[in-house]
């Protein structure tokens, strides 16, 4: 049974497109996470919600607008996509507790805007 | 606001040799710390992680680290590498595990 997964796995879509990325995680984890990972391999967060409640929020275009409908899911909602778009997706949860901490990571979707 | 950095960029070793990658973080409090591995197509995976205790920990696949307080430092290790350690390497602190930073990232390339 897949943790947390992520779909779609890859996602090909022209400029100016609006795409939704969807993830669910099985864990009973409070806290989910969307990470962008670019061609750099360098891993920077978007956004972070406990209990459906937005509590990071980075310098992300607000293009990129997060949905928490529940707390086992976030799915990431893309506007006007822009060529600089392109990257790798990855969905993430953790549990905050002391001595529990770590984030399980989805496999990823790679987003290509042409 | 928290930070992270690596010293290398890419490493590249030949198998059996050592290995030892730099992390140092930047917070003013009561961080967790954590390694994660990256192989090729892959998403990331935890080897190991700190929250307190003795300072030297030990992770899967013979990886250690060892955190250094006074350094905030929190390097990586292994004694004799393999070509499959041939990956992407990411530190990363946390505070209660609400915010993860990662650094940069270090790509490890083992020669067979």
């Known amino acids: 049974d897949t943790a947390v997964s992520q779909t779609p796995k890859y996602l090909v879509t022209q400029m100016g497109n609006d795409k939704s990325i969807k993830c669910e995680q099985n864990l009973g984890h409070d806290t989910m996470y969307w990470y962008k990972q670019d061609s750099k391999k360098f891993l920077k967060i978007m956004f972070s919600?406990?209990?459906?409640?937005?509590?990071i929020n980075e310098t992300v275009p607000n293009r990129f607008s997060p949905k928490s409908p529940d707390k086992a899911h976030l799915n990431l909602h893309i506007n006007s996509l822009e060529l600089g778009d392109s990257a790798v997706y990855f969905c993430?949860?953790?549990?905050?507790?002391?001595?529990?901490?770590?984030?399980?990571f989805g496999s990823g979707t790679q987003l290509s805007v042409l | 606001a928290q930070s992270v950095s690596q010293h290398n960029h890419h490493v590249i070793l030949s198998e059996a040799a050592s290995l030892e990658l730099g992390c140092n973080y930047s917070y003013g409090g009561t961080v967790n710390l954590f390694w994660y591995v990256q192989y090729p197509g892959q998403h990331l995976q935890l080897l190991l992680k700190y929250f307190s205790g003795d300072p030297l920990v030990k992770g899967i696949k013979g990886f250690e680290a060892e955190f250094i307080k006074s350094k905030f430092s929190f390097n990586l290790r292994k004694p004799s590498v393999q070509w499959s350690d041939t990956a992407e390497y990411f530190c990363a602190v946390s505070n209660y595990g609400q915010n993860f930073v990662f650094g940069p990232g270090t790509r490890l390339s083992v020669l067979p």
């Open positions: 919600y406990n209990n459906k409640e937005l509590i």
């Open positions: 993430a949860s953790s549990h905050p507790e002391r001595g529990n901490e770590k984030l399980f």
